[in-house]
């Protein structure tokens, strides 16, 4: 070989060297994930808004428990193993070695402070809370959880039950929830802070603007899915926006699409459309406890008490023309308040009110009001599915038949902050969305449809509070029962006796509408949940 071939060699040896130094020592480049959805968290308190993508959002951050996977089945989260030790109470062991975010050892004792912090005066959670009647802690990584009666739904429920760091709490005065109303703007130190366990820590967050996540280098799994490190969240109300920024690469995910952008979407070249049956029924309740309803024109009473004038409203409402012009075809109509993927669904109990504007003015004739009356509606803006455009559509059924709809169509901040308890259920007349935690039906009679109960915790989100002692007696059965026949029996019988006293106007199931760059890999889930473990970019 030639001096010249010699030296040639060594250069390209050493140049070689050199570069595979510097790529070994190079950090790999960080994935950065941009997603956007129509409304933001309302806060970063867990127990504070009892919200779908709120607890979603959150549910990267905080760990319950038992935590779902991206088929909804249920997994270890902060749990190991869990079993039933009697028909009321379930021994839990703990998983070893998780840190809170600041560095604090997570054990028994958080949990135990948890499940009494989600039953403080401001929580959102306290229905869910409620159905366990006791934490015993054995030591720092055994606990004993007691229920009231059998429950054979509650470990679902506690997928929603995210932990929270005691000493934390207890050094920033956050020992008790923060109330919706306070939106994640004010109030307690954990509405604008965390410091959960989960696999994601909030870097920055400015509400309405943009919230930002990277990955917690010293969580527990180290097996997730994801290879992201970075997140970045940004609310963006109006659809053809998060559309366009989603087209033209700005973002990676976006959700809810407008179902009539499915095919535009479909044919973009670099980007698709998810879609599929989301398990969350759209509906419209009236308040039927009041004297007289807060914002009418009927006063002295209620016109919601009569159950003519709730089929007179049930009659007025044209489900297909709202699949149709509103939904594009892609709603299901629905005569239940639980969706065909939630457990204790019967097709046979699944039949919507029939469309018949006559009927409807017949019966506001015979109730008293042959012209009618007006009422106000609450909808949120940014919450679901077209709820605007279905809010307006419900409102010119209506007029048709006489009833004048006064629509307060707001972001859902307000609305929740308003409608909720802690806003002392001011509504008359609105639009809510329900998708049960524990994919149960008993979840739903709990929350919606048993009497408002302060004490027990239950029917917090029975806004109007429809009430009917039998239902409640059989909303007990269904809570217990383990034979699934009679269980079964039970919901079918409180089906019927809800639909016959038109307790609610269900409307339909929304569907599950998302856009994604091509390249990015995630998890649509049936609860409509982003989980970042499952988001894999390119």
């Not at 709490?169 to 509405?191: F, I, M, Q």
Request: charged share 25%.
């Amino acid at each position: 070989m030639s001096i010249k071939s010699l030296l040639t060699t060594n250069v390209s040896i050493l140049a070689l060297t050199i570069a595979t130094t510097v790529a070994l020592t190079m950090p790999v480049q960080a994935k950065t994930f941009k997603y956007a959805f129509q409304g933001d968290a309302q806060s970063l308190d867990p127990h504070s808004l009892n919200e779908t993508f709120t607890l979603g959002l959150l549910g990267n951050v905080y760990e319950p428990l038992i935590d779902y996977d991206k088929d909804m089945k249920k997994i270890p989260g902060l749990a190991t193993k869990w079993e039933a030790t009697s028909p009321t109470t379930w021994a839990f062991e703990l998983r070893k070695g998780v840190k809170f975010h600041n560095g604090n050892p997570f054990t028994a004792d958080d949990v135990i402070f948890t499940w009494k912090r989600m039953l403080s005066e401001g929580s959102d959670q306290k229905a869910r809370a409620a159905l366990i009647k006791d934490i015993k802690k054995v030591d720092d990584f055994h606990i004993i959880v007691e229920t009231p009666v059998p429950n054979p739904t509650v470990l679902n429920e506690m997928t929603q039950m995210y932990v929270m760091d005691k000493e934390w709490a207890e050094k920033h005065n956050a020992v008790k929830s923060s109330s919706p109303k306070d939106a994640g703007r004010d109030g307690s130190y954990a509405t604008t802070h965390e410091n959960g366990t989960g696999p994601f820590i909030v870097e920055s967050r400015q509400p309405d603007v943009k919230t930002v996540l990277v990955r917690y280098k010293d969580h527990w799994n180290k097996d997730i899915a994801t290879n992201i490190d970075r997140v970045e969240f940004t609310p963006i109300k109006q659809a053809a926006t998060r559309v366009a920024a989603l087209l033209s690469g700005q973002i990676d995910l976006v959700f809810p699409v407008p179902v009539q952008d499915w095919n535009r979407l479909t044919k973009a070249p670099s980007v698709k459309a998810l879609n599929g049956p989301e398990a969350r029924t759209i509906f419209l309740g009236m308040d039927q406890s009041r004297d007289e309803l807060l914002h009418s024109s009927v006063k002295g009473k209620n016109p919601f008490k009569d159950v003519r004038v709730r089929k007179a409203f049930a009659h007025a409402i044209n489900l297909d023309a709202i699949k149709k012009a509103i939904m594009r075809g892609a709603s299901t109509p629905s005569g239940l308040m639980w969706a065909p993927q939630i457990q204790g669904y019967n097709a046979a109990s699944n039949t919507p009110y029939k469309y018949d504007p006559e009927t409807s003015k017949k019966l506001l004739k015979e109730a008293g009001y042959p012209d009618g009356f007006t009422v106000t509606m609450d909808c949120p803006n940014n919450r679901y599915v077209n709820d605007e455009k279905i809010c307006q559509a419900v409102a010119s059924m209506l007029a048709k038949v006489g009833v004048k709809i006064d629509l307060l169509a707001q972001p859902k901040s307000k609305y929740f902050a308003k409608v909720l308890a802690q806003g002392g259920y001011d509504t008359s007349f609105y639009l809510l969305g329900w998708t049960p935690a524990s994919m149960d039906v008993y979840n739903v009679f709990n929350s919606l449809i048993v009497c408002q109960n302060k004490e027990k915790k239950a029917g917090s989100f029975n806004l109007g509070n429809y009430c009917n002692k039998k239902v409640d007696e059989l909303t007990k059965i269904i809570a217990s029962e383990t034979d699934v026949a009679k269980r079964q029996a039970a919901i079918d019988e409180a089906a019927k006796i809800i639909q016959d006293e038109v307790g609610y106007l269900p409307l339909h199931q929304q569907p599950l509408s998302w856009g994604v760059r091509d390249g990015v890999k995630v998890a649509q889930r049936a609860d409509n949940v982003l989980d970042y473990r499952d988001v894999v970019m390119p």
